[in-house]
T-cell receptor, first 111, second 113 residues
Framework: LAKTTQPISMDSYEGQEVNITCSHN???????ITWYQQFPSQGPRFIIQ???TKVTNEVASLFIPADRKSSTLSLPRVSLSDTAVYYC????????????FGGGTRLMVKP | NAGVTQTPKFRILKIGQSMTLQCTQD?????MYWYRQDPGMGLKLIYY???????DKGEVPNGYNVSRSTTEDFPLRLELAAPSQTSVYFC????????????FGPGTRLTVT
């Protein structure tokens, strides 16, 4: 039932910008795209949410093209503490309010 | 404002035993969810609720039951525990209809032996 596709893992170095792309071909007209961060032994934590174009907060930016079939989470100048699993989540128009997570992207930030 | 709380934090069950995982939120959110996460894997939706008195099955509901008698509480019941139910269980509540900002509890780590 996974509705999103993300790379399984990514490596980066401290100070670099990291871009993680999520594919979501069946996104519904009224659905938002949401990204979460999860550290080991903790529940996921909301990072950012958007509907179209670009959204920026103090933690990340979210880029959404006009067709909304994909989105890119951008983490500026990552640090070792950004090592985590990142999940993309969208609504499923065929399943009402059932929200399912995909496999996530395991980001490893190296010194 | 405690957010989403879960009890217990840890539990060891023997095969065939039953237990209830408690979840409470104090944000007056209508939507609540139960997920399980096996080691090294993503989250799988067990059950969810869109309001008091309404519950629906998720991806992996077999072996579990839920109830939602109040807005605040969403307990998850395990009947006849099996080793395959060894996992970390997360409860979450959600802000609104077209927003998927969920608030997660700290999780319950369950081992069935």
């Amino acid at each position: 039932l996974a509705k999103t596709t993300q790379p399984i893992s990514m490596d980066s170095y401290e100070g670099q910008e990291v871009n993680i792309t999520c594919s979501h071909n069946n996104i519904a007209t009224n659905d938002y795209i949401t990204w979460y961060q999860q550290f080991p032994s903790q529940g996921p934590r909301f990072i950012i949410q958007g509907y179209k174009t670009k959204v920026t907060n103090e933690v990340a930016s979210l880029f959404i093209p006009a067709d909304r079939k994909s989105s890119t989470l951008s983490l500026p100048r990552v640090s070792l503490s950004d090592t985590a699993v990142y999940y993309c989540l969208v609504g499923d128009r065929n399943a009402g309010n059932m929200l399912t997570f995909g496999g996530g992207t395991r980001l490893m930030v190296k010194p | 404002n405690a957010g989403v709380t879960q009890t217990p934090k840890f539990r060891i069950l023997k095969i065939g035993q039953s237990m209830t995982l408690q979840c409470t939120q104090d944000m007056n959110h209508n939507y609540m969810y139960w997920y399980r996460q096996d080691p090294g894997m993503g989250l799988k939706l067990i059950y969810y609720s869109v309001g008091a008195g309404i519950t629906d099955k998720g991806e992996v509901p077999n072996g579990y039951n839920v109830s939602r008698s109040t807005t605040e509480d969403f307990p998850l019941r395990l009947e006849l525990a099996a080793p395959s139910q060894t996992s970390v269980y997360f409860c979450a509540s959600r802000v609104g209809l077209h927003s998927y900002e969920q608030y997660f509890g700290p999780g319950t780590r369950l081992t069935v032996t």
